[in-house]
Nanobody
Framework: QMLLVESGGGLVQAGDSLRLSCAAS????????MGWFRQAPGQEREFVAA????????VNANSVKGRFTISRDNAKNTVYLQMSSLKPEDTAVYYC????????????????WGQGTQVTVSS
């Protein structure tokens, strides 16, 4: 019932910045907590960041604190992930997700997943 379409992935060098976008449709966007996840080859899908429906609360993984910022624009039904000081270990497929609670996102059980977008950071 909710479609999530991601964009912004690409190939960058270590130290660069990149902004990912996720456009949502099909449900009332402001009712959903939104989040970002990533999965590197051969590894489990990892929680990155989440934001409440109104944007008033955010949660970040320790691995990205101080470097990544999640935000949303409810007028545009879009959530963003601004990434800075990128490292080769940030290389992964990044997924957008929507959930009825923050817990659903932090436990990797959202209601809806996006298709994923590749981010590759070279040294």
């Amino acid at each position: 019932q909710m479609l999530l379409v991601e964009s912004g992935g690409g190939l960058v060098q270590a130290g660069d910045s990149l902004r990912l976008s996720c456009a949502a449709s099909g449900r009332t966007f402001g009712d959903y907590n939104m989040g970002w996840f990533r999965q590197a080859p051969g590894q489990e899908r990892e929680f990155v960041a989440a934001i409440s429906g109104s944007g008033g609360r955010t949660v970040n993984a320790n691995s990205v604190k101080g470097r990544f910022t999640i935000s949303r624009d409810n007028a545009k039904n879009t959530v963003y992930l601004q990434m800075s000081s990128l490292k080769p270990e940030d290389t992964a497929v990044y997924y957008c997700a929507a959930g009825t609670t923050i817990m659903a996102l932090t436990t990797r059980r959202p209601d809806y997943w996006g298709q994923g977008t590749q981010v590759t950071v070279s040294s």
